[in-house]
């Protein structure tokens, strides 16, 4: 706290210090700081606060018609005077979060060459590989405590998007600092340029990104492995998201690395467990658990089978078997239900295939068991898609799904909007209301009859702000999947559905910062139960997160002696 009063000194000054997006003021520069940093006469006369500031640069953003352009817009206030873009987004934050995240990050993602203004984060390229630490130390952050990095192939649900991936880092890592308190100087968002299959881009002279095929096999792991360690040796402490990498990389590199380094898979892990957090929370309210639902999923990737390993987790701490926890799991991707007699299993939907004995009273199933005879035997009260393939939760689906389970909880969680499985609107109107939704992207609340149902954003963006939020607060020196499991936990128990018994089933926007801060605190006792963080007392937790807990607000600065 009182590290926030504190002046900061600066080295320079003149319009350098209007240009370094950390520390700039604009207007809200003080007669003072005018005079001792050589400031005057490069502003107009007025000295204005930061939420003057803020009601003039929303004024501006509102007369922006498409989503786009206020992103574009929200981004250029990014990267001229980081406090004020926060202060922006706190102010406005169910409003903005998915203009700076998704759906519209994945538009600015797509349009990244063509909308390009200027520099952010670092992108690393395979030709320069010589030289990865030389490219870390150009960095324009030396305290980096927490890096995204993505190498574009798989954004979203968007396929390869090359260096337009960098959209991601970028719009994660905003999220780390509004949704979880750390400050935008502990954050670094990483691309790595390793070419593109996209042939669109690779035709396109804009494109900005080295125009060369993806590079693949022992050269791509040996580039990995040369960041991996260059980073190390940069940062020792800083946590590493992985994000958006292509299935057949995600969970190699992950089992590679996860307990080598402080690191996460975010689409794997992240949005594990906030699903799993909200499945508690939707089980709580109904009075079951978890380990009593039947649950199919559409889309076995690694995405699908990470949620699908952490939902039989935590069936099992429940009480039942791993058995018995695996045979209410029910993994459909394009090829049918996934059975023990397929070849060509990847190692981790091998444990999650079912036994091909099993479809042999589905009259006429055959070989490939379609997503409709999986519904109809199975009886499934929980319908998950992670597919990126829009529609697949066709009426007759979502129908004959509630024929077998009178409140079925249908998450089709595929990103952007663009790619959902079916929209809430229509499960709501299939299930006459009955059916308890929540989405990847955000929706707007559904109108029927004289109801309104308001729809959860079942989004790893719960999730990840507090993990950081928690790693940082005890330097925890690995992600555990104890840690992850614990930030499933906390979030249900935020869930107001789950308390009340009424509302929403995941807390609103406005309550981000206080979820953050309860998953950050059992993140962070988990850490230390694990073994992975030095053991603190509970309270000296608690004081360390709301220590490096960063708010949007100016800090006064004074001149360093020379
Ligand atoms: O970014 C999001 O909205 C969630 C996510 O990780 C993905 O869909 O890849
Ligand atoms: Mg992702």
């Known amino acids: 706290m009182g590290d926030k009063k504190r002046p900061l000194y600066l080295p320079y000054a003149g319009p350098a210090i209007l240009e370094a997006p950390l520390i700039n003021k604009g207007t809200a520069f003080t007669e003072e700081e005018r005079i001792f940093f050589n400031l005057e006469g490069l502003l107009p006369q007025v000295i204005e606060t930061i939420e003057e500031q803020a009601s003039r640069a929303y004024a501006q953003y509102s007369r922006f018609d498409s989503d786009v352009n206020k992103h574009i817009f929200l981004r250029n206030i990014q990267d001229t005077n980081e406090t004020l873009f926060y202060r922006l987004v706190q102010n406005h934050i169910t409003e903005m979060m998915p203009i700076i995240y998704t759906p519209t990050v994945g538009s600015a993602c797509e349009q990244f060459s063509k909308n390009y203004r200027r520099n952010r984060g670092l992108f690393i390229s395979y030709p320069n590989r010589e030289r990865i630490s030389d490219i870390l130390n150009n960095s324009t952050r030396h305290k980096v405590k927490v890096i995204v990095i993505t190498d574009g192939e798989r954004i979203l649900g968007l396929g390869d998007q090359g260096i337009g991936g960098m959209g991601i880092p970028i719009g994660k890592l905003a999220l780390y600092t509004s949704c979880g308190g750390i400050s935008p100087a502990h954050t670094l968002p990483i691309t790595l340029d390793v070419g593109t299959d996209n042939q669109q881009l690779l035709d396109d002279p804009m494109y900005m990104g080295w125009r060369h095929p993806r590079i693949a096999g022992d050269e791509y792991a040996e580039f990995i492995e040369d960041f991996m360690s260059a980073v190390k040796e940069r940062w020792p402490e800083a946590l590493i998201q992985f994000e958006d990498f292509a299935q057949k990389n995600a969970m190699p590199l992950l089992e590679r690395y996860k307990d080598k380094y402080c690191c996460f898979n975010d689409d794997i892990q992240g949005t594990a467990a906030v699903t799993v957090g909200s499945l508690l929370a939707a089980c709580k309210a109904a009075g079951t658990k978890l380990s009593e639902q039947r649950i199919t999923f559409v889309g076995a990737g690694s995405a699908g089978c990470g949620i699908a390993e952490a939902i039989v987790a935590q069936m ?26 397929m070849p060509n299993l990847l190692p981790f939907q091998q444990k999650l295939a079912q036994h091909t004995g099993i479809t042999k009273d589905w009259n006429g199933a055959g070989e490939n068991v379609s997503l409709i005879d999986v519904i109809t035997h199975a009886k499934p009260t929980v319908l998950i898609g992670v597919s990126g393939a829009p529609g697949l939760f066709t009426e007759d689906v979502i129908k004959t799904m509630h024929q077998h389970c009178e409140r079925p909880i249908v998450f089709p969680l595929s990103n952007p909007t663009s790619r959902v499985e079916a929209t809430p609107q229509n499960i709501l109107k299939w299930t006459n209301g009955q059916a308890l939704v929540a989405t990847g992207s955000p929706f707007k609340p559904v109108v029927l009859g004289d109801k309104t149902f308001e729809i959860a954003q079942c989004n790893n963006s719960y999730i990840f702000p507090g993990i950081g939020l928690g790693v940082i607060a005890v330097k925890s020196k690995r992600v555990t999947d104890a840690m ?46 694990d073994g992975v963080a030095r053991p603190i007392t509970d309270e000296h937790i608690l004081r360390s997160i709301e220590k490096s807990f960063w708010q949007p607000e100016y800090r006064s600065y004074k001149r360093t002696s020379f």
């Open 316 to 341: 099992e701490s429940e009480g039942i078997s791993e058995s018995e926890a695996r045979s209410r799991v029910f993994m459909v991707d394009r090829w049918g239900l996934l059975l023990d007699s």
């Open 484 to 529: 992850l499991m614990a930030s499933s936990r906390a979030l249900a128990e935020c869930s107001p559905l789950a308390q009340e018994g009424e509302g929403q089933l995941l807390p609103s926007l406005e309550k981000i910062h206080e979820v953050s801060k309860k998953i950050a605190f059992a993140v962070a006792k988990a850490a230390i139960e």
